[in-house]
């Protein structure tokens, strides 16, 4: 059983970054809001990497739909909860990590019942608009780092993945929705924040998939959902996870 950053299985990270950053690693309280096709490799990362405190947050459960991308969903794995399957994957990496599995979707609503102020790293991978823009309200007021995935859907570069501040995201209809859904409201974030995004927008050439109540897509104008690969959502994923990993190695 491994049981701490000192184990062979972190080191080639530590070979790296050395003890005291694997220490941080190792200390850093970390949640990810959203474990499909962005969040569920963003947690593989950051077990890999030698986080062991980390809390999922999801509410669905695998569907056929969801294998050509979410790293957790096999056809072994349609009908488990996202949650469970995530946390059984990650402690094959770590059996001795922390992984809190949470089936509950966010909201305002329940915003509260996460505790955020008791994390140092707060992930958004939300899909949808009115709960990706209230968790970026609450996230950012909190003492913790705060980073967010735009929308990773319509696009095959693998080259155009990009990371920037929040207000200088450009090309990208989800991060547009948001900030003009804050300037409508007169509500901004308690302070800036990086997001990962991608200027691509594809069309669908295979026709629609109807949405839903519950998968509805973001931004309200139609029941669609947008077709996705599994390699973009894999590097805005490991981007994400890399921002956590970075923000710990500069600091130390």
Known sequence: ?????????????????????????????????????????????????????????????????????????????????????LKERLLEINPNAEIMAIQRAYSAETADSFRMDEYDYILDAIDSLKEKSDLILRGTRTPAVFFSSMGAALKVNPQGVKVAEFWNVRGCPLGAAIRKKFKQNHTYPGHKFRCVYDEEVLPNRGGTLAADASNSEWDGRKAQINGTTAHITAIFGMTLCGLVIEDIYKKM
């Not at 190792?26 to 950051?46: H, K, N, Q, T």
């Not at 986080?51 to 050509?68: E, P």
């Open 1 to 85: 059983m491994y049981s701490s950053i000192d184990d062979p299985i972190y080191s080639r990270t530590k070979l790296l970054v050395g003890d005291d950053v694997m220490a941080a690693l190792g200390r850093a309280r970390v949640i990810i809001f959203g474990v499909g096709g962005v969040g569920s490799w963003c947690a593989e990362g950051l077990v890999r990497s030698g986080v062991t405190h980390l809390t999922l947050v999801d509410s669905d459960t695998v569907s056929a739909s969801n294998v050509n991308r979410q790293l957790m969903a096999t056809t072994r794995t349609v009908g488990q909860v996202k949650v469970e399957a």
